[in-house]
């Protein structure tokens, strides 16, 4: 599903059920902060989020996340 897709068809109605406006990148921010509240590492928070900077740091191109750590720092929130 693109992005334009999920924010046409169901971002945009969901919103406006619920008398809301809030954007989607709203939420990456909730969540990163969640995630650092809730003391995940660094690395896992930006792999989470999907930040290409991450792949261009030397240290981190040789660090493996896995998706089960990934999950497990999102089960922690």
Known sequence: ??????RESIWIPLMEELGMKHTIHETRHTTATKLYDAKVPTLIIKRILG???????ITTRYTHTSVKQMLKAIDKI
């Open 1 to 6: 599903m693109t992005y334009s897709h999920f």
């Open 51 to 57: 930040h290409k900077a991450v792949e261009q740091e």
